[in-house]
């Protein structure tokens, strides 16, 4: 983790308004700048990777009307799949370029994960799509369950240390301010990832065929599209992208674990509802901000609490704002439809 | 080609399709040779949408044979009978609201790959139906129920069907929009396009069919030339609002 400074000056100027000006406290007015940058940054950071886990939920959603639970720890094979080819790969080939082998590892990756996200519609999802809404539901958390267990059967229990083939050593492109190059790549990655989401769906054939789908599968089969499909494809790229974000998030915290998905997943699902469930745009928006509130919480809610709590109760803000949100605007900031599903 | 003069384009052979436990159609024979406009006609829960469903293949069927240019067609699925050349107009229209109405234009072209005939096909569409070009960047969801039953058509038309399953298309309507609409069906059937068209506006549908069937409770129980149909006393008292 990027270290984070904390300044505490007594403000004596508070104290005694005639007083010189007190330069600690201009110090202090610095310091206040450059956290509030670096809190950003990590926000971005890890608010990207929320969002592109975001998207796959989103897109099912869209699609199926089913909130797919198991969607995080798709996020969870990813991560450890491109371990164990990262492993295999330095076994194999000592020499070989960190960037080359990184970019391997993650696309054996993507098409170990897209084969499981067809797998769990065609297994699982599809004989269930006429069932009532509950029943696919159940059957989501049940395979998450599943996940988990083979996943933990492989990979054992025990949290592994994740290869940093990007480079974590921070660098300082403000004073005060760490950005390290693995935050800069997934960053630029996920927005990357995203742009590509969208000009797929909103410019494409099969992107047209996928909206038309979700709006009325009926109507959609009468336009000659196979409708079970364009849903395979759905979850095959919801599953692409959860598994970079596997990636991504394995290799900022450095670590892990059979459990790894289960968080961001609901973190994730978070913040596709704050955007708007169904929404590609909603859940890009919906990650970022949950992520920058996160971790802007994280940083002061020490501050908040008086001390009372740490930074590690900070998954308390996403669930708060789930929570505001389910309360307020059910429909999430850019969901249009008020939704009965799911 | 399995089709020649003398068979069908389109038969139905003892048509049987039930949902929720009930039977809405009870074993209907019905054919429809090439390049006719024949009409379905009868009352409001008669079985026509029902039967028109089944054709297109978004509705399974209980018994019976649906025969489609010499094929046996029954478990087709509907995304492949268009493919064959069947296309359907659906009840209420059936267009994507959140979609452009080009896009929606385009969705019809969805199984074609010749990209210049396309975009031939779109241009003689948007001269058959001048208000939808004018409203080919908007929300389909923002038309009026005129014009969305316009684009609904012209969507079905970029498939190049060979037979078209016409669903009300005058539901809903004012009297000079359904005018406009069935001037498009007759274009469309002169260009020699098959139609089998479902209505509840019997008057009109049989003023402009070759023959027609009526419908009642499941069973189709008269059927003639649209000239005979119109004159028969039967008809008259039944659907079109005469004493008989």
Redesign the interface.
């Known amino acids: 983790m990027t270290p984070r400074t904390v300044v505490r000056v007594m403000p004596a100027r508070l104290m005694d308004p005639t007083a010189a000006p007190d330069w600690r406290l201009v110090r202090l007015g610095k310091g206040i700048m450059e956290t509030l940058i670096q809190q950003l940054i990590n926000g971005l950071v890890i608010g990207s990777v929320y969002a592109l886990i975001a998207l796959g939920y989103t897109m099912v959603y869209g699609i199926l009307g089913l909130i797919n639970f198991a969607h995080g720890d798709v996020l969870m094979v990813g991560a450890l799949v491109a371990l164990q080819t990262m492993t295999f790969l330095m076994g194999m080939a000592p020499g070989m370029s960190p960037l080359v082998m990184l970019s391997i590892a993650l696309l054996v990756a993507i098409v170990v994960c897209m084969l499981l996200g067809f797998t769990m519609e065609r297994l699982a999802y599809r004989r269930l799509r006429n069932a009532p809404r509950l029943a696919p539901l159940i059957t989501a958390i049940g395979v998450s369950f599943l996940l988990q267990t083979i996943a933990m059967i492989i990979w054992g229990r025990n949290y592994h240390t994740y290869p940093q083939l990007i480079s974590t050593t921070p660098l300082q492109p403000i004073e005060g301010v760490f950005i390290t190059p693995v935050q800069i790549t997934i960053i630029f990655g996920s927005a990357a990832l995203m742009i590509g989401l969208l000009l797929l769906v909103n410019r494409t054939k099969i992107g047209r065929a996928m909206r038309a789908t979700a709006e009325n599968h009926r109507v959609a089969s009468l336009m000659g599209v196979d409708t079970n499909a364009v849903i395979a494809f759905t979850f095959v790229i919801g599953a692409g992208l959860a598994a970079v974000a596997g990636v991504m998030f394995a290799s900022n915290y450095g670590i892990a674990h059979y459990g790894m998905g289960f968080m961001p997943g609901l973190k994730a699902f978070t913040a596709a509802v704050l955007g708007g469930i169904g929404n590609l745009g909603g859940a890009m928006l919906g990650g970022i901000v949950l992520g920058v509130v996160e971790s802007f919480g994280a940083g002061y809610i020490e501050n908040l609490t008086f001390g009372f709590l740490n930074s590690s109760y900070q998954d308390i803000f996403a669930f708060l704002i789930l929570g505001l949100v389910l309360i307020f605007r059910p429909t999430g900031l850019l969901g249009e439809r008020v939704s009965d599903r799911a | 080609m399995h089709t020649n003069p003398v068979s069908p384009l389109l038969q139905l052979q003892n048509l049987q399709i039930s949902y929720g436990g009930i039977q809405a159609v009870k074993g209907i024979n019905l054919e429809l040779y090439s390049g006719e406009l024949v009409c379905l006609i009868g009352a409001n829960g008669a079985g026509k949408t029902t039967t028109l469903n089944a054709i297109?293949?978004?509705l399974p069927i209980a018994g019976g044979d649906i025969h489609y240019a010499g094929d046996r067609i029954n478990t087709v699925?509907?995304?492949?009978r268009?493919?064959r050349g069947i296309?359907?107009v659906?009840e209420g229209r059936?267009i994507?609201?959140?979609?452009t109405v080009e896009?929606n234009l385009?969705?019809?072209a969805?199984?074609r790959n010749d990209k210049n005939a396309i975009e031939s096909d779109l241009e003689r569409v948007y001269t058959m139906l001048p208000r939808v070009k004018e409203r080919l960047p908007q929300v389909a969801g923002t038309l009026s129920g005129g014009e969305q039953q316009m684009v609904a058509i012209g969507?079905a038309l970029l498939?190049r069907p060979k037979l078209l399953l016409l669903d009300e298309p005058s539901m809903g309507l004012a009297p000079l929009v359904v005018e406009k609409i069935f001037e498009v069906v007759q274009t469309v059937a002169k260009e020699g396009v098959t139609i089998l068209l479902v209505e509840q506006n019997a008057n009109l549908a049989l003023e402009f069919a070759q023959r027609g069937y009526v419908m009642e409770s499941g069973k189709i129980t008269l059927t003639g030339t649209g000239e005979a149909l119109l004159a028969d006393p039967k008809v008259r008292a039944a659907y079109l609002g005469e004493a008989a």
């Open positions: 297109g293949g978004v699925p509907a995304h492949k268009l493919r296309a359907l659906p059936g994507f609201t959140r979609l896009e385009r969705m019809g969805y199984t969507r498939s």
